[in-house]
């Protein structure tokens, strides 16, 4: 009989060591300029088809991480591979045609839609700078698109000011379809959102993925949504990935201190449930990444921190099969695991 062998992953998105660093003068004569290291050697694998989860705190670089990645900053160092493409040595003329296979979805539904402009207009520019339609048939593809995201023909003439904010990010996300996109960043597409309207916003863009074969990086804070929408999950902190696994992994087997605190603090809608559940309180406040501490940056705040790891960095390394994990308590000196320091704290 013969044995079926399941089909490797094809690889979309690679970012390797990927560096964002924006400068700061300071001082009486403006002379001593210091680096806030916003994403600090960041690297990751995103496969065709699956939706990558991206979180932690606000201020850890995860936005920041996504709009490097789309080149609306600047690459520090680090490459960012798209198809075998290499984004991070481009100019803007050379990345430009890449631009209409990767698109955005941005966290304020309204600061990012031109105020002035009709929702049609807003939705039409991308075809316009792309050269890919027009009149009567440009038309029709914004109309199709208002609908397929959930709005009418009609709305085409409105302006963004003449909506609710669920119906200005299904305008964004309308607009991100426009070029037939392979790969889109969800910047925190759901975080100015009610929660009831979350829920529809996502399982949307669930259904959207599925009818065009969508890739996704969806940025979010809100874990128990990540959770949802997620293949595998990424957790970052003070600029660095920390931990990276399957959804279901992650959830039910954390391995780094950061991510078992973020995921102890979810709340927990049963009461008797949340009763009998221990939170992990982290003290002390997020360090500057202008100064990072010594060694791992989560130290200052953890509560298993040991003196190696005010001295050497750990590195993400493969503790199981598809899970990275970034801390020296996943395996110490004496060869026990994270798990068991817990058990026996």
């Given at each position: 009989?013969?044995?079926?062998?399941?089909?490797?992953?094809?690889?979309?998105?690679?970012?390797?060591?990927?560096?964002?660093?924006?400068?700061?003068?300071?001082?009486?004569?403006?002379?001593?300029?210091?680096?806030?290291?916003?994403?600090?050697?960041?690297?990751?694998?995103?496969?065709?088809?699956?939706?990558?989860?991206?979180?932690?705190?606000?201020?850890?670089?995860?936005?920041?991480?996504?709009?490097?990645?789309?080149?609306?900053?600047?690459?520090?160092?680090?490459?960012?591979?798209?198809?075998?493409?290499?984004?991070?040595?481009?100019?803007?003329?050379?990345?430009?045609?890449?631009?209409?296979?990767?698109?955005?979805?941005?966290?304020?539904?309204?600061?990012?839609?031109?105020?002035?402009?009709?929702?049609?207009?807003i939705i039409g520019e991308s075809l316009d700078?792309?050269?890919?339609?027009?009149?009567?048939?440009?038309?029709?593809?914004?109309?199709?698109?208002?609908?397929?995201?959930?709005?009418?023909?009609?709305?085409?003439?409105?302006?963004?000011?003449?909506?609710?904010?669920?119906?200005?990010?299904?305008?964004?996300?309308?607009?991100?379809?426009?070029?037939?996109?392979?790969?889109?960043?969800?910047?925190?597409?759901?975080?100015?959102?009610?929660?009831?309207?979350?829920?529809?916003?996502?399982?949307?863009?669930?259904?959207?993925?599925?009818?065009?074969?969508?890739?996704?990086?969806?940025?979010?804070?809100?874990?128990?949504?990540?959770?949802?929408?997620?293949?595998?999950?990424?957790?970052?902190?003070?600029?660095?990935?920390?931990?990276?696994?399957?959804?279901?992994?992650?959830?039910?087997?954390?391995?780094?201190?950061?991510?078992?605190?973020?995921?102890?603090?979810?709340?927990?809608?049963?009461?008797?449930?949340?009763?009998?559940?221990h939170r992990i309180v982290l003290e002390g406040?997020?360090?500057?990444?202008?100064?990072?501490?010594s060694g791992c940056r989560f130290r200052t705040?953890?509560?298993?921190?040991?003196?190696?790891?005010?001295?050497?960095?750990?590195?993400?390394?493969?503790?199981?099969?598809?899970?990275?994990?970034?801390?020296?308590?996943?395996?110490?000196?004496?060869?026990?695991?994270?798990?068991?320091?817990?058990?026996?704290?």
């Amino acid at each position: 009989m013969e044995q079926r062998t399941e089909s490797p992953k094809e690889v979309l998105l690679e970012v390797k060591n990927l560096k964002k660093y924006f400068y700061s003068k300071s001082g009486f004569i403006k002379s001593n300029v210091q680096a806030i290291k916003a994403v600090d050697d960041v690297s990751f694998t995103i496969y065709k088809g699956e939706t990558f989860g991206l979180v932690g705190e606000s201020g850890c670089g995860k936005s920041t991480t996504g709009r490097t990645i789309i080149r609306l900053y600047d690459v520090t160092d680090g490459d960012v591979i798209f198809d075998g493409a290499n984004l991070s040595q481009m100019t803007q003329s050379q990345i430009r045609p890449y631009r209409k296979r990767i698109q955005m979805i941005f966290q304020d539904p309204y600061a990012s839609l031109n105020a002035r402009m009709t929702v049609g207009d807003i939705i039409g520019e991308s075809l316009d700078i792309h050269h890919l339609a027009k009149g009567k048939e440009r038309q029709e593809i914004i109309w199709n698109l208002l609908e397929r995201v959930g709005l009418s023909k009609e709305h085409a003439n409105r302006y963004p000011h003449e909506f609710s904010g669920g119906q200005r990010q299904r305008i964004g996300i309308a607009r991100s379809l426009a070029v037939n996109p392979d790969f889109i960043i969800c910047d925190e597409p759901i975080s100015a959102l009610d929660v009831s309207i979350q829920a529809q916003v996502v399982n949307m863009l669930q259904d959207l993925q599925k009818e065009m074969g969508l890739t996704y990086l969806f940025i979010a804070h809100d874990l128990s949504m990540v959770k949802h929408i997620s293949d595998r999950i990424g957790v970052m902190y003070l600029g660095k990935l920390v931990e990276v696994a399957s959804s279901d992994e992650l959830y039910d087997n954390p391995k780094h201190p950061y991510t078992q605190a973020l995921l102890s603090a979810i709340p927990i809608p049963d009461p008797d449930v949340a009763k009998n559940s221990h939170r992990i309180v982290l003290e002390g406040d997020v360090p500057s990444p202008m100064n990072p501490p010594s060694g791992c940056r989560f130290r200052t705040r953890c509560r298993y921190a040991m003196d190696i790891c005010s001295k050497v960095e750990p590195v993400l390394v493969e503790i199981e099969p598809g899970h990275f994990s970034a801390c020296h308590l996943n395996k110490n000196s004496e060869g026990v695991s994270f798990q068991e320091t817990v058990q026996n704290d």
